[in-house]
């Protein structure tokens, strides 16, 4: 079993920035690829970004647009999500994720553990 913590949420004003944590435990971080997910209200759970074991990423490039930076720290069993330049239409609950594969998905159903989620607010 893996357990995920995310941290960093908050209420934030449009075009400031909010970096996300993702703590994991319970199984060797660098097996995993980890993930970012959003779920805005009334709206489907959706992919953000992804990186593998090798540091490899991927993001929903039309959503994302530069702005969001995922990164890995294997020393720390940690994953982060920097927004930059936050929209209002970003607001949503940021769900952390892992799977014990070695590439990245975008699809939610490829990943196997998930954290409780973190709610990020931006106000215009």
């Known amino acids: 079993q893996v357990q995920l913590v995310e941290s960093g949420g908050g209420l934030v004003l449009a075009g400031g920035s909010l970096r996300l944590s993702c703590a994991a435990s319970g199984r060797t971080f660098r097996s995993l690829t980890m993930g970012w997910f959003r779920q805005a209200p009334g709206k489907a759970r959706v992919f953000v970004a992804a990186i593998n074991l090798s540091g490899g990423y991927t993001y929903d490039v039309d959503s994302v647009k530069g702005r969001f930076t995922i990164s890995r720290d294997n020393a720390k069993n940690t994953v982060y999500l920097q927004m930059d330049s936050l929209k209002p239409e970003d607001t949503a609950i940021y769900y952390c994720?892992?799977?014990?594969?070695?590439?990245?998905?975008?699809?939610?159903?490829?990943?196997?553990?998930w954290g409780q989620g973190t709610q990020v607010t931006v106000s215009s």
């Open positions: 994720t892992a799977r014990a594969k070695p590439t990245t998905s975008r699809r939610s159903n490829d990943y196997d553990y």
